[in-house]
């Protein structure tokens, strides 16, 4: 599952950049670049469930006020 999001950030990452002619450091920027994509889309893997399931266990009662304009 992670290969291929990686393959696609790093062809949408690719793509996004005019170039005809890659450098080997243009190269090694743009793998570093997908690596810190994929490590941030990871975190949210870390992060949905554990805001979902705060939100079911702890109930707020909200205050609905009516905005007067």
Excluded: A, C, N
């Excluded at 790093?10 to 743009?30: A, E």
């Excluded at 793998?31 to 949210?44: K, Q």
């Amino acid at each position: 599952m992670l290969s291929l999001s990686r393959w696609g950030i790093f062809i949408g990452l690719r793509r996004s950049q005019d170039k005809t002619i890659w450098t080997t450091v243009d190269m090694l920027r743009l793998i570093i670049e997908t690596l810190w994509r994929v490590l941030y889309m990871m975190h949210r893997f870390i992060i949905i469930p554990r805001v979902t399931g705060r939100m079911s266990v702890k109930t707020t009662h909200l205050k609905w006020i009516k905005t007067i304009y």
